[in-house]
């Protein structure tokens, strides 16, 4: 031990006060309570997982101030590491030994030298600490250009989808116009017929009274063909007079035919009246059914208060519901059960006015008992099979609809949203759920 004069121009570097004082309370805790320092009589009582942690101040004091303290302390250290405190006694710094352990034993056993030792391990830990937080921004960086990359493409993805609907937009309104164009070029042909009707009228009238000697009969049957003539024409002006289209009358026709058809058809093919859905074809478990072992606790934007009102106008619609999803969303303080209690009473009202599909889907992987959900007429509830999460359910009932359904899927987890979105389906956060339900 040596210099006792020699100090510290500045204070010992964290990780070194914290292993010297840790070293410290492993001591005191095994030192007779007659050679316990009186400021540390108490801390040695402590808990020793405490007692260098509630007690590092004074324990820290006590090394600095008290030179045979410290050198108890320094003597386990001698003892731990000989090798380590004899190549400082000679002047000598190991290579590759660790800058916080050649500072605490430099501290504690005052080799000549011994400040500069700490000062040289200080030096070490900050060039260390400079190092690892250079790395932890490269891999920030790293990690901001893969979101960034990943922003880009999907960015991409919905432009092309875009892009592909517009084309599409102007193909069918460049259908509709060449339909438009035919239907003003047969009601002008239904014009001129008219007018020859009328002039071959004219003419019916000219013979008959050409022919009046011709006897009553003729003459009759010239009136009804005049009186034929005159309807038709009649009938023809007040079509005209009312703005109504002929193509119209005709694609209404044809759409009752198709209609016609399509029940002939169903008929034919025996189709059932009642079809069941795709949902109803993917593998889930009910909340009463045996083994089930419980539930632990994308044109309009996303946030778009008008998305959910449109999507639930589409034809055929298919809502998915994220139930925990929503309910932790809108209400998570209340129970499990009384959450899922409220969601089924809301969306009971929301199925009555719109008659959508709608399938909710709880996380089923934790139930210990049966699980009494009274859904309402029109709601599907599922839950998973043990093993599986509910998100892997959802991705199976959006998987098992036809290409070309409109399908929505509730729910505010971005991974969720992101692998339906790549389905075909529509995401939707739970708060615009939320917000219909409240206002339904």
Same mark, same amino acid.
């Given at each position: 031990?040596?210099?006792?004069?020699?100090?510290?121009? &500045?204070?010992?570097?964290?990780?070194?006060?914290?292993?010297?004082?840790?070293l410290?309370?492993?001591?005191?805790?095994?030192?007779?309570?007659?050679?316990?320092?009186?400021?540390?009589?108490?801390?040695?009582?402590?808990?020793?997982?405490?007692?260098?942690?509630?007690?590092?101040?004074?324990?820290?004091?006590?090394?600095?101030?008290?030179?045979?303290?410290?050198?108890?302390?320094?003597?386990?250290?001698?003892?731990?590491?000989?090798?380590?405190?004899?190549?400082?006694?000679?002047?000598?710094?190991?290579?590759?030994?660790?800058?916080?352990?050649?500072?605490?034993?430099?501290?504690?056993? #005052?080799?000549?030298?011994?400040?500069?030792?700490?000062? /040289? !391990?200080?030096?070490d830990?900050? #060039?260390?600490?400079?190092?690892?937080?250079?790395?932890?921004?490269?891999?920030?960086?790293? @990690?901001?250009?893969?979101?960034?990359?990943?922003?880009?493409?999907?960015?991409?993805?919905?432009s092309?989808?875009? @892009?592909?609907?517009?084309?599409?937009?102007?193909?069918?309104n460049?259908?509709?116009?060449?339909?438009?164009?035919?239907?003003r070029?047969?009601?002008?042909?239904?014009?001129? &017929?008219?007018?020859?009707?009328?002039?071959a009228?004219?003419?019916?009238?000219? !013979?008959?009274?050409?022919?009046?000697?011709?006897?009553?009969?003729?003459?009759r049957?010239?009136?009804? *063909?005049?009186?034929d003539?005159?309807?038709?024409?009649?009938?023809?002006?007040?079509?005209?007079?009312?703005? *109504?289209?002929?193509?119209?009358?005709?694609?209404?026709?044809?759409?009752?035919?198709?209609?016609?058809?399509?029940?002939?058809?169903?008929?034919?093919?025996?189709?059932?009246?009642?079809?069941? #859905?795709?949902?109803?074809?993917?593998?889930?478990?009910?909340?009463?059914?045996?083994?089930?072992?419980?539930?632990?606790?994308?044109?309009?934007?996303?946030?778009?208060?008008?998305?959910?009102?449109?999507?639930?106008?589409?034809?055929?619609?298919?809502?998915?519901i994220?139930?925990?999803?929503?309910?932790?969303?809108?209400y998570?303080?209340?129970?499990?059960?009384?959450?899922?209690?409220?969601?089924?009473?809301?969306?009971?009202?929301?199925?009555?006015?719109t &008659?959508?599909?709608? /399938?909710?889907?709880?996380?089923?992987?934790?139930?210990?008992?049966?699980?009494?959900?009274?859904?309402?007429?029109?709601?599907?509830?599922?839950?998973?099979?043990?093993?599986?999460?509910a998100?892997?359910?959802?991705?199976?009932?959006?998987?098992?609809?036809?290409?070309?359904?409109?399908?929505?899927?509730?729910?505010?987890? #971005?991974?969720?949203?992101?692998?339906? *979105?790549?389905?075909?389906?529509r995401?939707?956060?739970?708060?615009?759920?939320?917000?219909?339900?409240? @206002?339904?």
């Amino acid at each position: 031990m040596s210099s006792a004069g020699e100090g510290l121009a &500045r204070p010992l570097p964290e990780p070194v006060r914290i292993n010297v004082v840790e070293l410290a309370s492993q001591v005191l805790g095994s030192m007779p309570a007659a050679q316990i320092p009186p400021p540390l009589r108490g801390i040695a009582k402590f808990d020793p997982r405490k007692r260098a942690k509630l007690g590092s101040a004074p324990i820290a004091a006590q090394l600095e101030n008290d030179k045979k303290f410290r050198e108890l302390v320094a003597e386990s250290v001698e003892s731990g590491w000989p090798e380590l405190v004899t190549s400082l006694a000679e002047g000598n710094v190991p290579p590759a030994a660790d800058p916080v352990l050649v500072a605490a034993a430099a501290y504690l056993t #005052r080799p000549p030298g011994w400040a500069e030792m700490i000062d /040289t !391990a200080r030096a070490d830990l900050e #060039r260390s600490a400079a190092v690892a937080e250079g790395s932890e921004r490269e891999e920030v960086v790293a @990690r901001l250009r893969e979101q960034l990359a990943a922003q880009k493409a999907a960015a991409k993805e919905e432009s092309d989808r875009l @892009r592909e609907q517009l084309k599409a937009g102007r193909a069918e309104n460049s259908e509709l116009r060449r339909k438009l164009h035919e239907a003003r070029e047969r009601a002008k042909a239904a014009v001129r &017929r008219a007018e020859e009707m009328e002039q071959a009228a004219e003419e019916a009238k000219l !013979a008959a009274s050409a022919a009046g000697s011709a006897g009553e009969s003729e003459l009759r049957r010239l009136r009804e *063909r005049l009186s034929d003539a005159e309807r038709q024409l009649e009938a023809t002006r007040r079509a005209a007079r009312e703005g *109504r289209s002929i193509e119209e009358t005709r694609i209404r026709v044809l759409l009752d035919a198709l209609q016609d058809a399509s029940a002939g058809l169903r008929r034919e093919l025996a189709l059932p009246t009642s079809i069941s #859905r795709p949902a109803d074809s993917v593998a889930a478990v009910t909340g009463e059914s045996p083994g089930v072992r419980g539930v632990p606790a994308r044109a309009l934007a996303d946030d778009d208060p008008q998305l959910l009102d449109q999507l639930l106008a589409l034809p055929q619609v298919h809502l998915v519901i994220d139930g925990y999803n929503v309910t932790k969303t809108g209400y998570g303080t209340i129970t499990l059960a009384d959450q899922r209690n409220r969601l089924m009473t809301a969306l009971g009202g929301l199925v009555a006015q719109t &008659r959508v599909e709608v /399938t909710v889907v709880f996380d089923g992987a934790e139930l210990n008992a049966p699980v009494q959900v009274v859904a309402p007429r029109g709601v599907r509830v599922l839950f998973s099979a043990p093993g599986e999460i509910a998100d892997d359910l959802i991705r199976r009932l959006v998987r098992a609809e036809p290409p070309g359904r409109a399908v929505a899927v509730v729910s505010s987890d #971005r991974e969720v949203a992101e692998s339906v *979105r790549r389905m075909g389906a529509r995401p939707v956060p739970s708060v615009l759920l939320l917000r219909r339900l409240s @206002r339904a």
